[in-house]
């Protein structure tokens, strides 16, 4: 039985699943496996091929004729080729196809149908396709210059604020105060370990990444600060999508709300949906389809050109 490979990179984890593979298309999901990130502007060369050796094996695609993987961080030049390069060289099928994570995650989630896919994760990116085929992005550049409202962004928030407050700048708010307590003992020990999710290396995001968990909670507990940065974050968020829709075209469309800021943080996400409930357009937001691993499989089969079983 001919199968296919699928592979969603986000920032911090890859997730992987083995795919039958039927006249008809991509079939079941035969196998899963999940390891570290396959981003190679957060980890290094070799970090990604021992995470992606890792997911293969777990898989044992040996039947395989085709291999997708959708990862952050393909827009910098040279990163799709050298994410080619180590798939086969670790013995994955040709066709490999690389695309960005958000490409396989929009596939995924309509088809060739029209909507709009934002992605609040590590990072952010909104994504969408219109009723003729054309493509349409905003965002997804990057911590450095992007990724609004995303959880490092919220988590780079909450280390400015607590050294702020540190400064006398900003009032020591609850929240502040539990970022402390997760941080260390001593005022000390919660500096010394802010600098180095800072400004270590090799530079990790996924620790600063992970603080945005205590945002909810500060939510539901009126912090004045929390709920300052969660107004800063949806309305980044909000900005990404109309603006694909506007260039879309479009005054209503279906939207998929995807990624852990907004699946984890049911709070987050619905002061997200009350500002999206007074834009210019009308959001319909709908379940995907299928995920990312299963869209990365379908832009793996597309690119199949030869019968199947001959490849």
């Avoid at 910098?76 to 995650?105: K, M, N």
């Avoid at 941080?183 to 999710?197: F, K, S």
């Avoid at 869209?295 to 030869?306: D, F, H, I, Q, S």
């Amino acid at each position: 039985m001919a199968t296919i490979i699928g592979m969603d990179g986000g920032g911090t984890s890859t997730r992987a699943a083995l795919y039958s593979l039927t006249a008809e298309g991509v079939g079941a999901c035969l196998r899963t496996a999940e390891s570290g990130s396959s981003n190679l502007n957060s980890s290094t060369p070799e970090q990604v091929r021992a995470n992606l050796a890792g997911l293969l094996a777990a898989l044992d695609p040996r039947d395989a004729v085709a291999t997708g993987l959708g990862a952050a961080g393909v827009t910098t030049p040279g990163v799709s080729g050298a994410l080619r390069a180590i798939l086969l060289e670790l013995g994955c099928p040709a066709p490999v196809v690389i695309a960005g994570d958000h490409e396989a995650a929009l596939c995924g989630a309509f088809g060739d149908d029209p909507g709009i896919l934002l992605i609040a994760g590590t990072g952010s990116v909104a994504y969408g396709q219109s009723r003729d085929g054309r493509l349409c992005r905003a965002g997804g550049y990057g911590h450095l210059i992007g990724d609004g409202g995303s959880a490092f962004a919220i988590g780079r928030a909450l280390l400015a604020a607590y050294v702020q407050s540190v400064d006398g700048s900003r009032p020591r708010t609850p929240l502040l105060t539990a970022l402390a307590a997760q941080l260390g003992d001593t005022p000390d020990a919660v500096m010394a370990r802010l600098m180095q999710l800072a400004y270590r290396q090799p530079f990790d995001k996924a620790p600063i990444a992970q603080l945005a968990r205590l945002l909810d909670p500060a939510l539901a507990a009126d912090d004045p600060l929390a709920a300052e940065l969660a107004a800063d974050g949806t309305r980044e968020l909000a900005l990404l999508l109309d603006t694909v829709a506007a260039q879309l075209g479009e005054s209503e469309i279906e939207v998929v709300l995807a990624g852990g800021m907004l699946s984890h943080n049911p709070r987050y996400r619905g002061l997200l949906l009350e500002r999206l409930a007074a834009a210019p357009v009308r959001y319909e937001f709908v379940a995907p389809r299928s995920d990312a691993v299963f869209g990365a499989a379908e832009l793996a089969r597309r690119a199949l050109t030869a019968p199947l079983g001959l490849r």
